[in-house]
């Protein structure tokens, strides 16, 4: 191991001690300009990415001053870039769910509420975060998917195909026409972020003990129809109605 004299050592130390410094301010101007620049992709982006690219620089500057101030420069090198590669893979997901995040923010391929398809999942889109998408299957399970899926597999909206329009009949027991017509638009209401336009009710008569009611609901998928007759059911069922749905 070489040996240097106390003044070089001195001059090591100082030099080692301005590139930790600049680092750092650097590392914090470039989150600045990056949260700044990156906003329009949301305020969650921004700052991910600038404290990624903030915390890239600083090793960076830590790296620079061990090597400055190492007496064998090329180990040291050596155990800088061995680290460097380890960070890289273990960030591997992090990076890509950050991308897929700017394609999302980017391209938009679908939003809350939507129906769409991913590889072997579909249901309706419940929410968009950062890091992953929750989506609501047919059956209702809540499916949290890290939004690097998407980078993988090719997305079907099917939301923004062309709807067709379906038409039910439900069946009451007899009540007041006006109770059960407040309760059928309720209901529609509920059911109206799943469908590809306005669900409208088309008639309600009465006929010997029952009554009868035509809906028409613009889907775009009819195998999600057993679905979205649950949910109906379901919702009158909270409100103290039986129906029978054909």
Do not use: C
Request: hydrophobic share 50%.
């Amino acid at each position: 191991m070489a040996m240097f004299p106390p003044e070089d050592i001195i001059l090591r130390i100082l030099v080692a001690a301005a590139v930790l410094v600049l680092s750092y301010f650097l590392g914090g101007y470039a989150k600045s300009r990056l949260e700044r620049v990156l906003s329009k992709f949301g305020a969650g982006f921004a700052r991910k990415v600038s404290d990624l690219v903030r915390y890239f620089i600083l090793f960076i500057g830590i790296a620079a001053m061990v090597s400055i101030l190492s007496l064998d420069i090329m180990a040291i090198s050596v155990i800088i870039v061995a680290i460097l590669i380890l960070l890289l893979v273990s960030m591997r997901d992090i990076v890509l769910n950050l991308a897929a995040e700017l394609y999302l923010a980017t391209r938009k391929p679908f939003k809350e509420n939507d129906w769409i398809k991913v590889g072997e999942i579909e249901g309706s889109v419940k929410s968009i975060g950062g890091m992953d998408t929750e989506i609501i299957t047919y059956d209702g399970d809540l499916v949290i998917v890290p939004n690097s899926y998407f980078l993988r597999h090719p997305i079907i909206n099917k939301s923004r195909s062309l709807a067709r329009y379906v038409e039910l009949k439900l069946s009451f027991p007899r009540m007041k026409l006006d109770k059960l017509e407040q309760a059928v638009v309720e209901v529609l209401d509920e059911i109206k972020p799943e469908l590809f336009g306005d669900p409208e009710l088309l008639s309600m008569s009465e006929k010997d003990d029952r009554v009868e009611a035509h809906v028409s609901l613009p889907i775009v998928n009819v195998r999600k129809l057993r679905w979205l007759t649950a949910r109906m059911a379901k919702g009158f069922l909270t409100r103290g109605i039986e129906v029978e749905i054909e």
